[in-house]
């Protein structure tokens, strides 16, 4: 089994998000980039395929050099081999069309991407490479089995799980679930000495359609004091005659 | 040239959700000086959606289509905005809707930007304020394609009755389902319980409980609430509370009209998932803890004290208001 596992560069989940150029962009200035969550998830659930199942794990990254450390990363927690998309992602639409292009020309039997990235949350790329690739498709996935061909899988729903069978080829937006937080692997020093002599390639990208533009930015509104009750009594009273949430 | 919009529901009923996105692309319609088209499957009610703004009703009623989909939904949706010449298409944001969103979007070759709180800034260009970074910020995204797809953050626009004459036609099925072979085995799901993402109400607990023996009255105070449950991300990662219930950055968000959270310190990635809640309750007994510099409502002290009057102050109340 060959499998791809997209992986976008974000900012920690702690980052304090700030913008710049007359908020018109994001302000990279002090942040620390990570594998997205989402993401991490997946390629640790494809870790186990390789090492269970003996699958190959390729990543892929839309985007320029400042991406490659945590590429890197990723081929030091185990992944086998990278290929940089080498544009700055703008929008979802077209990161997809990009990696599409890497999809095709790989012969991947599974993709996993993650559900959403932390940082634009757009939750389109799996979805979209899938519909331009043809492959089956299957979100928010919380477990995933392969035997052969054939796949069974759960996905979360509003309230709930389903179950699900489809078959490969297939591209899975991951989650939280696919893998515990316990199983996630911080890279060893032998793992990033390897990953260093693993083989990164960079592929210039396609034409692609722009299909959306973040044209400002801004942050939320300062939150007012927080009023304290004293009692029970006092704060229903607030939810009930102020708030009116009840 | 119209505006369609999806309105999901479950069993025959309209979601709460299906309100909210028919009044959002009532008012989308307007600012375009159109009207308003829903699709919707196996639904009973259809007529309900004529208060929301929503002028005509195309039906799919098919049993292949009872249990959700999302190739096959996918699929009737593209060829409805295809024969109605719809130009924008609205969308909820439940787990549902944000499979077969991506699928809507590459067969119509649409921009698609979801997580949206308010009606456009501007239907020309299309330009649509949504939260970013998970919650930390917004950008005013626009889309530049043809057809445009948009996705409504849950309890963001609020239902608005606009009553509106409302035909309705049953379409079959359409043609081109076969491109996902994804089927459903089984759909596990609580039945009678609020759930986080429709909730009004979410009451939700951190590791300040001390253990997952201690939730029963968790559990209580939500059903005294009509609410759901929650919990934050060390509570789902220790094994207290299931995976599903874990709201914040790598969770669920939660954009309830209230939000409880107790014994919950406040880490930037919880605040950051539930910041869209309208009203945010702290009950906590370190008055240190960064959950109160968020919260609207606060009170300091210990939750095994402080939950339990708080329900029977609740039981009391619930009797004297109905």
């Known amino acids: ?246 | 040239m119209s505006v369609l919009v999806y309105t999901e529901s479950e069993k025959g009923k309209f979601k709460k959700n299906a309100f909210e996105v028919a009044s959002y692309a009532s008012e989308v319609a307007k600012m375009m000086g159109t009207t308003v088209t829903a699709i919707a499957f196996n639904s009973n009610e259809n007529e309900s959606l004529g208060e929301y703004g929503v002028s005509k009703v195309l039906h799919v009623k098919d049993d292949a289509l009872a249990t959700f989909n999302a190739g096959a939904y996918a699929a009737s949706i593209t060829e409805a905005v295809k024969n109605t010449d719809a130009k924008v298409v609205i969308l909820s944001s439940s787990t549902d809707t944000k499979y077969l969103a991506p699928l809507l979007s590459a067969k119509l070759s649409a921009g698609y930007a979801p997580n949206v709180v308010q009606a456009p800034d501007s239907t020309s260009p299309f330009t649509i304020k949504r939260t970013v970074f998970s919650n930390k910020g917004f950008a005013h995204t626009q889309i530049d394609t043809d057809i445009k797809i948009v996705g409504v953050s849950n309890n963001a626009f609020g239902a608005h009755e606009n009553k509106t004459d409302v035909t309705i036609e049953e379409i079959g099925i359409a043609s081109d389902v076969a491109t996902n072979n994804t089927k459903s085995i089984e759909v596990d799901k609580v039945v009678g319980k609020a759930t986080i993402a429709d909730a009004d109400i979410v009451v939700s607990a951190g590791r300040g409980m001390k253990g997952p023996e201690n939730w029963g009255m968790i559990e209580e105070l939500a059903d005294v609430l009509g609410a759901a449950t929650a919990c934050s991300k060390p509570v789902s990662d220790l094994g207290w509370r299931p995976h599903g219930e874990h709201v914040g950055q790598t969770g669920k968000p939660v954009a309830s009209n209230l939000y409880i959270a107790i014994g919950i310190s406040g880490a930037i990635q919880h605040l950051a998932g539930v910041s869209a809640s309208k009203t945010k309750v702290v009950i906590n007994n370190d008055p240190e803890a960064p959950f109160f510099k968020a919260a609207d409502y606060g009170i300091v002290g210990d939750a095994f004290e402080v939950v339990p009057k708080l329900i029977e102050k609740l039981k009391d109340f619930k009797a004297q208001n109905g």
Not at chain 1, 81 to 98: K, L, M
Request: hydrophobic share 40%.
């Open chain 1, 1 to 246: 089994m060959k499998i791809l596992v997209c992986i976008s560069n974000v900012p920690d989940t702690t980052s304090k998000i700030n913008f710049t150029d007359g908020d018109t962009k994001f302000d990279t200035n002090g942040v620390q980039f990570v594998i997205n969550p989402n993401d991490e998830f997946g390629l640790t659930r494809a870790m186990w395929f390789k090492e269970k199942q003996g699958a190959t794990v390729h990543i892929a990254t839309v985007g320029g050099t400042t991406v490659e450390p945590t590429m890197r990363k990723a081929l030091a927690i185990g992944a086998d081999e990278a290929i940089r998309i080498n544009t700055e992602p703008t929008d979802g639409f077209s990161v997809a069309q990009q990696l599409a292009e890497v999809v095709k020309n790989g012969n991947y039997d599974l993709v996993i991407g993650g559900r959403e990235s932390i940082d634009y949350n757009g939750g389109m790329v799996p979805g979209i490479l899938a519909s331009l690739t043809n492959m089956n498709f299957i979100n928010s996935c919380i477990n995933l089995e392969i035997d052969g061909n054939s796949v069974n899988a759960v996905r979360e729903i509003d309230g709930g799980k389903e179950k699900l069978s489809s078959s490969l080829p297939l591209v899975v937006g991951g989650q939280k679930g696919l893998v515990e937080e316990s199983d996630l692997r911080i890279p060893n020093m032998r793992g990033i000495m390897m990953a260093r002599k693993k083989v990164l390639t960079v592929v210039e990208p396609v034409d692609a359609l722009k299909a959306t533009e973040d044209k400002k930015f801004d942050k939320p509104a300062p939150k007012s004091q927080v009023k304290l009750a004293d009692s029970v009594d006092q704060l229903v009273d607030l939810l009930h005659n102020e708030a009116k949430v009840i």
